[in-house]
């Protein structure tokens, strides 16, 4: 068997079972576990659409969240009914406001609608490096911010968005988290996927062999983006209610700490990295509150988990700056061949 098909089936085996989780955890644990679930899967679409291009592409962007979050009112304005609109968005265009998509059309609009978003702000940013992209990324993400506080027609403005349907549950965002881990799986390790990481490593030998930079780099945006989109309509369809608020930097810098403690070289480092900011964001949540052991009382220190936390992404910078995985893969014993090796394997031919 070819090592490259050995890490998309390693994935599938894992997803078969994420699968068997997702409709048999409603029926086995309670209603907080399976949020946390549900919470760790979604995180982990937007983590895995984040490391596409921060990770194999050498691109910084610090500017995913704003498609989340064009994605989430996209789909939420798509998915509101008819009478919803006419009561929440009066001004909304005649082009928007007599329809209204069920769950899973409003989703992939969503998506569609982010990529052609990154095609047109990706074009003239994926040319700039190093710290010129990352400020660049950012200043489309206060742009986005900033245009959905004003476009109150569409957004309600700095108000809340509210009335989207709660449609999202554990069994689907499953099925969109092992959609997004095998299209990436299949890109990353694909002939393309070393022509991106080429590009990530050196881009002017890459450019020397005839590879086109701009190119790499703007397909993992569009279609980093294009996952985020979705994961914003999955996130919009479960809050239910937001606020431009939602998708700003204090998700920028969670999403990141994610992809930073996992690896950004590895797609299983990136959701190795949400499950333990997800479960020790938790622990640390009920701990804050303050316990008693015995005569012992620890009062509340609210406040601690996201104190405890910068500690924690501050010791991994100094010890282990390429973070848990770096740029090896969990393959569960299928294929002895790291991504790390791939790569090189890719520069031998």
Known sequence: MKADFRIPLAVGAALVLAAIIAFAAPHVVGDYFVRILLLMALNSILVLSLSLSNGFTGVFSLGH????????????????????????????????????????PATLAAGLFTAILAVIVGYPLMRLSGYF??????????????????????????????????????????????????????????PFGRRMKAVRDDTIAASAVGISVLRARLLAFVIGAFFAGVGGSLYAHYLGSFSPNTFYFAMTMNLIAMLVLGGMGSLSGAIIGV????????????????????????????????????????????F?????????????????????????????R
């Open 65 to 104: 969240v704003g498609f989340i979050g064009a994605g989430a009112y996209a789909a939420g304005i798509l998915s509101l009914t008819v009478q919803q609109k006419k009561a929440l968005l009066p001004h909304l265009p005649d082009l928007l406001n007599w329809f209204s998509l069920p769950f899973l």
């Open 320 to 348: 282990r700056p390429k973070g848990i995985m770096g740029d090896r893969e969990l393959t569960f014993g299928l294929s002895g061949k790291s991504a790390n090796h791939n790569h090189k394997e890719g520069k031998d």
């Open 133 to 190: 992209v990352s400020v660049a990324t950012m200043g489309f993400l206060i742009i986005v911010n900033v245009v959905l506080i004003n476009a109150s027609d569409f957004t309600r403005g700095a108000r809340t968005f509210t009335g989207v349907p709660l449609a999202t549950t554990l069994p689907w965002v499953i099925g969109w988290l092992a959609i997004t881990l095998l299209v990436l799986s299949r890109l990353v390790y694909s």
């Open 275 to 318: 499950i333990c900011v997800s479960l020790l964001s938790e622990v640390l949540r009920s701990v804050e509150r303050g316990f008693t052991i015995g005569d012992f009382t620890v009062p509340a220190l609210f406040g601690a988990s996201q104190i405890v936390l910068g500690f924690l992404f501050i010791l991994i910078m100094i």
